[in-house]
């Protein structure tokens, strides 16, 4: 139980073009979901919290209009790296935190296998 | 600002061994500490998670102990297998930030044969 998947799992994309990345709760209702960034070899930066229905919360230092976060449902965060540059390739990784009772326990973050995203 | 730290950053040992990995952290206001398992090019699993208010989670041949007060924790692997071999990461919550994470820079274990 608790599961999140993300899709893409990779992407190569070119210079200059955007990429969404989607993150979803399969068995449980996520309230708030969380992105990543990991450099290789590195540790997770988290880059924003995405609340169902309001505006992210972004970390200190990231662009909020490079990388556009919508959290339109409770099961559903998507993030886009919009005009992506090849300092942009890194692996991202989401994670949800339930609502309680049941699956997605509200203290632990679930978290996602992953996007490997490449720009040439 | 939290900073937590793991130590040793890399680690290889023989199959069967016993282990210790570290992790601490600067601000003992923490509201959880938790520890992952990543594999190469994978998301996160969560093995073992341990409130403020305990010492200790054990599951399996894991076990993950809390000393808030030191900012010290430790995940202890027993009779290591080749199948252990992957990054383990500790992850501090504190209090107050409203479910964010601080990471540790992680350990990357490989057990031989």
């Known amino acids: 139980g608790a599961v999140v998947s993300q899709h893409p799992s990779r992407v190569i994309c070119k210079s200059g073009t955007s990429v969404k990345i989607e993150c979803r709760s399969l068995d449980f209702q996520a309230t708030t979901m969380f992105w990543y960034r990991q450099f290789p070899k590195k540790s997770l930066m988290l880059m924003a919290t995405s609340n169902e229905g309001s505006k992210a919360t972004y970390e200190q230092g990231v662009e909020k209009d490079k990388f556009l976060i919508n959290h339109a449902s409770l099961t559903l965060s998507t993030l886009t790296v919009t005009s992506a540059h090849p300092e942009d390739s890194s692996f991202y990784i989401c994670s949800a935190r339930g609502i309680g009772g049941g699956l997605g326990s509200t203290d632990t973050q679930y978290f996602g296998p992953g996007t490997r995203l490449t720009v040439l | 600002k939290q900073e937590v730290t793991q130590i040793p950053a890399a680690l290889s040992v023989p199959e069967g061994e016993n282990l210790v990995l570290n992790c601490s952290f600067t601000?003992?206001?923490?509201?959880?500490l938790q520890w992952f398992r990543q594999d190469p090019g994978k998301g996160l699993t969560s093995l073992l998670l341990?409130?403020?208010?305990?010492r200790e989670q054990t599951s399996g041949r894991l076990n993950a102990s809390l000393d808030k007060s030191s900012g010290r924790s430790t995940l202890y692997i027993a009779a290591s297998q080749p199948g252990d071999s992957a990054t383990y990461l500790c992850a501090v919550k504190n209090t107050g930030t409203a479910s964010k994470l601080t990471f540790g820079t992680g350990t990357r274990l490989q057990v031989t044969l």
């Open positions: 601000d003992s206001a923490i509201y959880n």
């Open positions: 341990i409130q403020s208010s305990q």
